[in-house]
C-alpha cells in the first residue's frame, strides 16, 4: 500500500501561482502511475491531471490545459501540480491518487489539500 500527503495549497489571488506537492511513502513512486483530482463544494470530484509511471504519458482536463502541469520526481518520490493562471472556479479541495495498474482507475489517495483563488 501507498500513503499519500499533499501540500502547497492556500490562498491566491486570481492570475497567481500555486505549486502542489505531493509526497508518497510506503511504496516506491515509479511504481504508480498518479494522478490529481479536485472537488468544489457541491460538486463531484473531477479528474485534472494524471502522468504515467516513467512520466512519458500525461493527460489533462481542458479546463486546465495550457495553465497546468503535472510533473513528477521519482527520486524524490513526490508528483507536482504546478498551477498557473489561476481562476476562481479552481477553487477546491485538490486530491493526489495512485493506481498500480491504470491511469484512469485510482485506489489510494491522499488527504487533500484547499486552494482558494480569490477574484
Known amino acids: 500500500q501507498v500513503q499519500l500527503v499533499e501540500s502547497g495549497g492556500g490562498l491566491v489571488q486570481a492570475g497567481g501561482s500555486l505549486r502542489l506537492s505531493c509526497v508518497t511513502s510506503g511504496r516506491t513512486l515509479s511504481s504508480f502511475n498518479m494522478g490529481w483530482f479536485r472537488q468544489a463544494p457541491g460538486k463531484e470530484r473531477e479528474f485534472v491531471a494524471s502522468?504515467?509511471?516513467?512520466?512519458?504519458?500525461?493527460n489533462s482536463a481542458d479546463s486546465v490545459k495550457g495553465r497546468f502541469t503535472i510533473s513528477r520526481d521519482n527520486a524524490k518520490n513526490t508528483v507536482y501540480l504546478q498551477m498557473n493562471s489561476l481562476k476562481p472556479e479552481d477553487t477546491a479541495v485538490y486530491y493526489c491518487?495512485?493506481?498500480?495498474?491504470?491511469?484512469?482507475?485510482?485506489?489510494?489517495w491522499g488527504q487533500g489539500t484547499q486552494v482558494t483563488v480569490s477574484s
Open positions: 502522468i504515467s509511471k516513467s512520466g512519458n504519458t500525461i
Open positions: 491518487a495512485a493506481s498500480f495498474f491504470s491511469m484512469t482507475t485510482y485506489n489510494s
